[in-house]
């Protein structure tokens, strides 16, 4: 079991309390009349701060719930240096909402390595699971994979081959510029953003995104199978704490169809 690293810190911990919030993040968000998404980018900082961008991303799943049997979750490694990409080293990922069971066959079929250190403490997939447990019935599997140094064609690629049919959803988790002035984060936030509409992942640093390896791979992935991005919410902490001074963080919430 890969136990809950942030449970009390980033969303609370308690199981009533936690499914109230992200449900009521869910019902606040504009979701989108599209068809389903193939993929979503949704941020992951504490919910305070981040919660209602993620929940924009989120809301877009709802028609295609019942269909969705797979999650691949990808984003950066914050805790661990890490060569390439790893998924946990356990049969199950648990949340105050339970547990939902780790797709080990799929991930060992893409080469991935299985690294418990890399994901014990890391945050980065942990905030998203209980969005996606409230969206989704249960039974759907997980394949929650941490990004580290890697080129993102390599990314995209183990995606391209996880993304079977659209019963497979996928998540990139990243937020965007840290710790900037309110304008000037707002400024760089909706550059990278057009970035993302734009399937240009060659401008994507870190500095523009923390999750950038994984959004690159992502962008890399749909540039190839000749889907679109478009842009669902793009905020900043001081837009959701109502604290803008000093740095902020920005947050995007994307979605890609085919």
């Not at 295609?64 to 979750?73: E, K, L, M, Y």
């Not at 064609?153 to 049919?165: F, K, N």
Request: charged share 20%.
């Amino acid at each position: 079991m890969r136990a809950p690293a942030v449970a009390g810190v980033f969303y609370p911990a308690d199981p009533r309390t936690l499914a109230h919030l992200v449900d009521r993040l869910l019902a606040e968000a504009d979701a989108s009349l599209d068809p389903a998404p193939r993929a979503i980018v949704a941020p992951h900082a504490g919910y305070a701060y981040s919660g209602p961008i993620a929940a924009s991303a989120f809301s877009t799943l709802a028609a295609a719930a019942p269909g969705i049997d797979r999650v691949v979750v990808i984003g950066p490694a914050h805790r661990v240096p890490l060569r390439g990409m790893a998924v946990p080293a356990a049969e199950r990922f648990a949340t105050p909402l339970g547990a939902v069971r780790i797709d080990r066959e799929a991930a060992a079929g893409v080469g991935l390595a299985a690294s418990e250190l890399a994901h014990r403490l890391e945050h980065s997939l942990e905030v998203e699971v209980p969005f996606l447990q409230r969206v989704l019935p249960e039974g759907f599997a997980l394949v929650p994979i941490v990004v580290g140094d890697c080129a993102p064609a390599e990314v995209g690629a183990t995606l391209d081959a996880l993304c079977r049919d659209a019963a497979t959803l996928l998540v990139v988790s990243s937020d965007l510029s840290h710790y900037l002035p309110y304008e000037r984060a707002r400024a760089k936030d909706r550059q990278t953003a057009q970035m993302v509409v734009d399937l240009d992942e060659r401008g994507l640093t870190h500095d523009r995104a923390c999750g950038a390896t994984a959004l690159a791979g992502l962008l890399w992935l749909t540039r190839r199978r000749g889907w679109r991005a478009r842009l669902l919410d793009l905020r900043n902490s001081g837009d959701t704490s109502g604290d803008a001074g000093g740095g902020v963080v920005g947050y995007g919430a994307f979605a890609i169809y085919d």
